[in-house]
């Protein structure tokens, strides 16, 4: 079966850190981009952060730049978001998913991804 899987998320306290993972099965990752995008209640879907194919490149959003950091492990078919120095903005249902270019050119994009996850909430509250 060919899905996406996330995991990692919860409740932490303002300043703390979660790790959260990406999890592909029916498909290799590494042939495809990977995007991290986040639903705030009552908000729209926004981009936060990307990994390339070709070269590894990273993109962030700035909201999260100097804080999250995107990475993938191919041995285990899995990219991660690392997110650092959280804060109650960055509270949110969190998703990965799959852009079919090599790319993360306009990664903010929903239209560019193919396959979702169900994805996982995080809660930054004290």
């Known amino acids: 079966q060919v899905q996406l899987v996330e995991s990692g998320g919860g409740l932490v306290q303002p300043g703390g850190s979660l790790r959260l993972s990406c999890a592909a099965s029916g498909f290799t990752l590494r042939y495809y981009a990977i995007g991290w995008f986040r639903q705030a209640s009552g908000k729209e879907r926004e981009g936060v952060s990307c990994i390339s194919v070709s070269d590894g490149s990273t993109y962030y959003a700035d909201s999260v730049k100097g804080r999250f950091t995107i990475s993938r492990d191919n041995a285990k078919n899995t990219v991660y978001l690392q997110m650092n120095s959280l804060k109650p903005e960055d509270t949110a249902v969190y998703y990965c998913?799959?852009?079919?270019?090599?790319?993360?050119?306009?990664?903010?994009?929903?239209?560019?991804?193919?396959?979702w996850g169900q994805g996982t909430q995080v809660t930054v509250s004290s």
């Open positions: 998913a799959r852009n079919g270019m090599g790319h993360c050119s306009g990664y903010g994009s929903t239209t560019l991804y193919d396959l």
